[in-house]
């Protein structure tokens, strides 16, 4: 053997981690303006963060990085359709406020 190698010890994949982390951060990301990441952690295993969570991310959290989903949730005013979606608001006005109003 060569003083320059030497053995690594690789965790064996843990295909549960990563799919639990996976679609704990695709729910995340439907409720979030920041996008959700799927890291690795030192043991091997996998966990979900969000970008909202720490500001802006670290250097060795970007590098642990294996898998991204963006973030899903809009502003009601970047709707294209806000007409539509006002629509489905319901507003009761009272004419009569105005007449009782001190002010």
């Given at each position: 053997?060569?003083?320059?190698?030497?053995?690594?010890?690789?965790?064996?994949?843990?295909?549960?981690?990563?799919?639990?982390?996976?679609?704990?951060?695709?729910?995340?990301?439907?409720?979030?303006?920041?996008?959700?990441?799927?890291?690795?952690?030192?043991?091997?295993?996998?966990?979900?963060?969000?970008?909202?969570?720490?500001?802006?991310?670290?250097?060795?959290?970007i590098d642990?990085?294996?898998?991204?989903v963006p973030?899903?949730?809009?502003?009601?005013?970047?709707?294209?359709?806000?007409?539509?979606?006002?629509?489905?608001?319901?507003?009761?006005?009272?004419?009569?406020?105005?007449?009782?109003?001190?002010?």
């Amino acid at each position: 053997m060569n003083a320059l190698t030497k053995t690594l010890d690789i965790p064996a994949f843990d295909h549960i981690s990563y799919d639990a982390a996976v679609r704990a951060a695709t729910v995340r990301a439907q409720h979030s303006f920041f996008d959700s990441h799927v890291i690795e952690d030192e043991f091997g295993g996998f966990l979900a963060i969000d970008e909202g969570d720490y500001n802006a991310l670290p250097q060795d959290l970007i590098d642990r990085i294996v898998q991204s989903v963006p973030g899903m949730m809009a502003d009601d005013f970047d709707e294209a359709n806000i007409g539509r979606a006002a629509s489905f608001m319901s507003v009761v006005m009272d004419p009569e406020w105005d007449a009782d109003c001190p002010f």
